[in-house]
């Protein structure tokens, strides 16, 4: 089962770190989280994780950089999909929108 609508907002040049809740995952599992410039479009950045533990919740911590948010995305909107990239129990977790803003 998928999180939905998890959604963020930046600005070009910031560093962002981005906290994806997520349900049938284990701690340690590999994760990517992909950004595309509209539902199902071209991959624009992906970066990588590893999920982790705290209490009852378990999270993937992906961090963009300045250039990142400034060259990579620029202002837009952009669909986003975090998966479980571990071999043999690949899927989707959890899906958004990350918003980059003009300044």
């Not at 349900?23 to 624009?44: C, E, F, M, S, Y």
């Not at 992906?62 to 975090?82: I, K, Q, S, V």
Request: a neutral charge; one cysteine or more; charged letters at 15%.
């Amino acid at each position: 089962m998928a999180i939905d609508n998890q959604n963020w907002t930046c600005y070009p040049g910031e560093t962002v770190t981005l906290t994806v809740i997520l349900t049938n995952v284990l701690n340690g599992q590999a994760l990517a989280i992909t950004l595309r410039d509209r539902p199902g479009g071209t991959v624009v950045l992906t970066k990588a994780a590893t999920a982790t533990t705290a209490g009852a919740t378990v999270t993937g911590t992906f961090t963009l950089t300045p250039a990142d948010t400034g060259t990579a995305l620029g202002p837009g909107t952009y669909d986003w999909d975090c998966e479980r990239t571990t071999p043999g129990a690949e899927a989707v977790l959890s899906t958004g929108i990350l918003t980059v803003k003009k300044k």
